[in-house]
């Protein structure tokens, strides 16, 4: 039998799930919080590249990549030698008491890939919602200022100061009392759903009309707003981009008012886009980046990069035990290495080549809406009528559990979006099998219209 270091697309050897797949299913169902959300019964044992193998022998076509997570494919040996070398070596002091020549190694990096003229300094976290946790804090830190505005749609984590920015979905919210005050939403550029009928690149206009001529003049004076956050690319919203105009217009609004314009990159950044930063693709320049999930290839690690200028809060002002952990450190020096010197490049390329393949599916198939993103960013949204556009989010999930069990392992956005966000890693061979194999899902799927 093949191992998974020998297959590039999927094989199944077992009804799914497998029997021993069911055994910890079963485990699982009796001491894991029921908080935890599963789309379908995958119960991964080990991984290499592209490929999941699960506790029976199935290996699967990994387009999901631990939500965007796994950059460089499941364990690449440059990354595990890094992860070894470090373990070996020294697991833990903490950085924000003692020093590592790993920190400043890695952040002076990452600095170095966000956009402007200006120096730029870091904050290592453990993972994306600490990274915007921490961002809120600077952000009020730099300004004197407290209140913050956000976005429908996205999702900048579910602690409570993120989840007070974070508007996907109210089971999110419900339940947990009085959140963060001073935050207010606006909606967000969605161009296929655009109430004004405007295209992709200019979908957004009258947002920003209501944000200065109506959010600053009733709900907050400009002069109290900290910072205005966005997500360049939603994630969990349903991978829906932010016209370039738009981002530029949030910025130039953000300068003009002295307001902090902070960028959400912790599922759209490390490369995914082809670029670095997805918001490298519109040109603009943000005081403060929030990074994470495909910083390290897995192993738990955030930032937070700004401008040196904006980054002036004082010790103690802010702190960590783990972040930046010197084995996770080592990972994500890895990591930029590969991104870096190839998959950076890899991801623009096999994105084109996935984009060419799908430019026809709303002509193909009477439940795709619409095919948008960038890179090996992609959301594909499923309608039951395209000329209503009504949201399918049944046969989204439908489709998203015969993808599983044809082989190929992807996930929902939104409401009724499938995302995917393999490894950076994929190749032509892996981009036709995932497209192939969704195309037969559709077919199935439009059956049960």
Not at 154 to 176: D, E, I, N, V, Y
Not at 211 to 239: C, H, N, W
């Amino acid at each position: 039998m093949p191992t998974t270091l020998e297959v590039k697309t999927p094989r199944l050897v077992t009804a799914l799930p497998g029997p021993n797949a069911k055994r910890v299913l079963e485990q699982d169902a009796r001491f894991m919080s029921p908080s935890y959300t599963r789309d379908y019964p995958l119960v991964a044992k080990r991984g290499h590249g592209a490929i999941v193998e699960d506790v029976d022998g199935n290996n699967f076509l990994d387009f999901a990549a631990g939500i965007a997570v796994c950059s460089t494919g499941h364990c690449h040996p440059k990354v595990v030698a890094a992860i070894q070398k470090q373990a070996a070596e020294l697991i833990h002091m903490s950085g924000t008491d003692f020093y590592y020549e790993s920190m400043p190694q890695l952040a002076e990096r990452l600095g170095r890939t966000m956009p402007g003229a200006e120096s730029k300094k870091v904050f290592f976290t453990n993972s994306g919602t600490e990274a915007i946790e921490g961002a809120i804090k600077l952000a009020r830190y730099a300004t004197k200022r407290d209140k913050l505005i956000a976005f429908y749609g996205c999702f900048h984590g579910r602690s409570m100061g993120a989840l007070s920015l974070t508007a996907s979905k109210s089971t999110q919210r419900k339940g947990f009392g009085a959140l963060l005050s001073g935050i207010e939403h606006i909606p967000y550029p969605y161009a296929y759903r655009c109430a004004h009928g405007h295209t992709a690149e200019t979908c957004g206009a009258e947002i920003l009309e209501q944000l200065e001529g109506q959010i600053f003049k009733r709900l907050f004076d400009s002069e109290d707003v900290a910072g205005i956050i966005i997500e360049p690319i939603q994630g969990e919203g349903g991978y829906v981009p932010a016209p370039k105009f738009f981002l530029q217009e949030l910025q130039r609004i953000c300068r003009q008012h002295g307001i902090m314009f902070i960028v959400d990159e912790v599922q759209s950044g490390m490369g995914r886009t082809g670029k670095w930063w997805a918001s490298e693709h519109a040109g603009i320049e943000p005081d403060i980046l929030c990074s994470a999930k495909g910083i390290a290839s897995g192993m738990p690690l955030g930032a937070i990069i700004a401008r040196e200028s904006v980054m002036r809060w004082g010790p103690g002002s802010h702190g960590t035990t783990f972040g930046g952990n010197p084995v996770c450190i080592a990972a994500a020096l890895a990591t930029m290495d590969l991104i870096e010197s190839e998959y950076k490049e890899n991801a623009r390329r096999m994105g084109e080549y996935l984009f060419g393949r799908l430019a026809d599916w709303t002509k193909n198939f009477k439940i795709v809406g619409d095919v948008r993103g960038r890179g090996l960013m992609i959301g594909i949204e499923i309608v039951r009528d395209q000329r209503t556009k009504e949201k399918a989010a049944d046969l989204r999930n439908a489709i998203v559990d015969l993808a599983f069990h044809k082989g190929l392992l992807v996930l929902g956005a939104g409401e009724n979006t499938i995302r995917l966000s393999p490894p950076l890693l994929i190749d032509q061979e892996q981009a036709d099998f995932a497209a192939r194999t969704l195309e037969d899902c559709f077919r199935e799927a439009e059956k049960k219209i």
